[in-house]
């Protein structure tokens, strides 16, 4: 049962939680529709096991204990509700569509996830321009990946796909890296002299096709050449921690906050629909740059 919703569509043969399951999965595309299948893969599975019909008859507490039962599995609290995301999705459509009477994941009690600490490792100021110097010695491939992920935030699969032709363009005096960015929405960034000029070293004399290559077979990279990228610039640059493409777009985001950029045009740098998201960044760096007892302990340095 829990591997037909990733088999090619066969309405005949489906029963209504796997024709439910590829109708709502049709809704969406690349990494998004990976990661809801697997997400769906887990519930199904987990259903097959505890003897469950994945749709019919499931009520609230069911899907408590399926939280429980990935809490004991060993996911944190924040990887709880991000497996929970295609299982909720499925079921509010399920409900939308008539499919069932009621959504039994709507009130389903969530683990509460403390936003003001930030797990991800990121680079600061210094360590953020020893990485890009040293991304450039290996190859023009790590320096342009290096330049897209820590000077204009992007993601893994954004970098991945940046294409020769998307930064041909110049409007109103700048050079600009059209993209089109997670939800499939489209952006424009201007692209600073020396971001340009490393994209520029790594185009060669190619007009166009994907700008990062793989060094050495000269294929398009992907999300997974990225991440190895980016741990090889990391080793190469001493980094000692746990370096990922991430790491690149946190730093991006954290240091333009420490260099005075205003919130609301460090959310444009960073493409988040919700301010709050940003101030994420901002809470994460400043819980010890710019914390508190700093102050306090100058104003009281006596004691």
């Known amino acids: 049962m829990s591997n037909t919703i990733l088999l090619p569509f066969q309405p005949d043969s489906m029963t209504p939680a796997q024709l439910a399951a590829v109708s709502y999965?049709?809704?969406?595309?690349?990494?998004?529709?990976?990661?809801?299948?697997?997400?769906?893969?887990?519930?199904?599975?987990?259903?097959?096991?505890?003897?469950?019909?994945?749709?019919e008859g499931?009520?609230?507490?069911?899907?408590?204990l399926y939280?429980?039962?990935?809490?004991?599995?060993g996911l944190r609290p924040s990887s709880i509700n991000t497996m929970l995301h295609g299982v909720r999705g499925f079921f509010r459509f399920a409900h939308i569509d008539?499919?069932?009477?009621?959504?039994?994941a709507v009130y389903a009690r969530l683990p509460k996830v403390h936003q003001d600490e930030s797990r991800t490792q990121g680079l600061d100021r210094l360590e953020l321009i020893r990485f890009l110097q040293v991304a450039q010695t290996i190859t023009v491939h790590h320096g342009a990946l290096a330049y897209l992920l820590g000077?204009?935030?992007?993601?893994?699969?954004?970098?991945?796909?940046?294409?020769?032709?998307?930064?041909?363009?110049?409007?109103?005096?700048?050079?600009?890296?059209?993209?089109?960015?997670?939800?499939?929405?489209?952006?424009?960034?201007?692209?600073?002299?020396?971001?340009?000029?490393?994209?520029?070293?790594?185009?060669?004399?190619?007009?166009?096709?994907?700008?990062?290559?793989?060094?050495?077979?000269?294929?398009?990279i992907d999300r997974r050449?990225?991440?190895?990228?980016v741990t090889r610039i990391a080793k190469a640059a001493g980094i000692p921690r746990h370096i990922s493409p991430h790491s690149l777009r946190h730093a991006?985001?954290?240091?333009?906050?420490?260099?005075?950029?205003?919130?609301?045009?460090?959310?444009?740098?960073?493409r988040h629909a919700d301010p709050r998201t940003t101030e994420h960044y901002d809470r994460a760096r400043g819980n010890?740059?710019?914390?508190?007892?700093?102050?306090?302990?100058?104003?009281?340095?006596?004691?």
């Open 25 to 55: 999965r049709a809704r969406y595309s690349g990494h998004t529709h990976g990661l809801y299948a697997y997400q769906l893969r887990r519930w199904f599975g987990w259903c097959e096991t505890n003897r469950l019909d994945p749709l």
């Open 151 to 220: 000077i204009n935030a992007l993601r893994a699969s954004e970098a991945a796909a940046v294409r020769i032709e998307d930064y041909r363009e110049t409007l109103r005096g700048h050079r600009v890296l059209h993209l089109v960015g997670k939800g499939s929405k489209p952006a424009t960034m201007p692209l600073t002299v020396p971001v340009l000029r490393v994209l520029e070293a790594c185009r060669g004399e190619r007009t166009e096709g994907p700008l990062v290559l793989r060094p050495l077979s000269g294929q398009p």
């Open 252 to 270: 991006a985001i954290t240091n333009a906050l420490d260099a005075g950029v205003p919130l609301r045009d460090a959310q444009i740098l960073a």
């Open 98 to 104: 008539g499919l069932i009477p009621s959504d039994p």
């Open 58 to 64: 499931i009520q609230r507490a069911h899907v408590e």
């Open 67 to 73: 939280i429980r039962h990935l809490g004991e599995s």
């Open 288 to 303: 010890l740059d710019r914390h508190g007892v700093h102050f306090l302990t100058a104003y009281v340095a006596g004691v």
């Open 225 to 229: 050449d990225c991440y190895r990228m």
